[in-house]
């Protein structure tokens, strides 16, 4: 099974609101990451969570709150966004080969974002 | 840099038509090479993989070999359906030494469209 779940599927929120994503993965891989996509564009890595410690954030704006409450869970925690920040948000896991190999990342279906 | 050249499409195709989406990377290291399909509205998915050179990654009647010689990893299939109308996106990892998980570095993406 190489399953990782996103909810909600679709999130519409204002710009003062404090809203939040989820991601779940049941793979026991210990390496996690945020992505968000634009239309028409490839995925940007925003962060990196190993052994549920961040271990990569990509100059992210502070509005942006990532959380590893556990190791097959990730969260995105959203405050005070913007309109441009509107986007599909994806979540991966991969096995975190630490020490060698090129880890194989499997992506969620994503969360599709509009800050209105 | 690393990086991943695939043309960009869009490619526009008749059903049972051999196709071919070309794609070249630059690498220090020794990556690995995958590529993932986007479905309308769907996150990612992993469609085929290689890691070392001269490996054949196949799929669902989709094949492409790494080649190191000439820094490519072409995706093709032998007929295309209907179904396979989507974004194809060629990407390279680099091994896993010293926290450089993270490093999914992805072509523009290649948008198929396939016609009855």
């Known amino acids: 099974d190489t399953e990782v779940t996103q909810t909600p599927k679709h999130l519409v929120m204002g710009m003062t609101n404090k809203k939040s994503l989820k991601c779940e993965q049941h793979?026991?891989?210990?390496?996690m990451y945020w992505y968000k996509q634009k239309a028409k564009k490839p995925p940007e890595l925003m962060f990196v969570?190993?052994?549920?410690?961040?271990?990569i954030n990509e100059s992210v704006p502070s509005r942006f709150s990532p959380e590893c409450p556990n190791s097959s869970l990730l969260n995105l925690h959203l405050h005070a966004l913007q309109p441009e920040d509107s986007a599909l948000y994806l979540c991966?896991?991969?096995?975190?080969?630490?020490?060698?190999?090129?880890?194989?990342?499997?992506f969620g279906p994503g969360t599709r974002l509009t800050v209105l | 840099g690393d990086s991943v050249t695939q043309m960009e499409g869009p490619v526009t195709l008749s059903e049972e038509a051999f196709l071919t989406i070309n794609c070249t990377y630059t690498?220090?290291?020794?990556?690995?090479l995958f590529w993932y399909v986007q479905y309308p509205g769907e996150g990612l998915q992993l469609l085929l993989k290689?890691?070392?050179?001269?490996d054949k990654g196949s799929n669902k009647g989709f094949e492409a070999t790494y080649r190191k010689e000439t820094t490519s990893f072409h995706l093709e299939k032998g007929s295309v359906q209907v179904s396979d109308s989507a974004v194809y996106f060629c990407?390279?990892?680099?091994?896993?030494?010293?926290?450089?998980?993270?490093?999914?570095?992805f072509g523009k993406g290649t948008k198929l469209s396939v016609k009855p």
């Open positions: 991966a896991s991969s096995q975190d080969l630490a020490g060698g190999g090129a880890d194989t990342q499997y």
């Open positions: 793979m026991g891989h210990r390496a």
């Open positions: 969570y190993s052994y549920e410690k961040l271990s």
């Open positions: 690498a220090t290291g020794y990556p690995s």
């Open positions: 290689a890691t070392k050179a001269d």
């Open positions: 990407a390279l990892s680099l091994p896993n030494y010293g926290g450089s998980q993270g490093n999914l570095i």
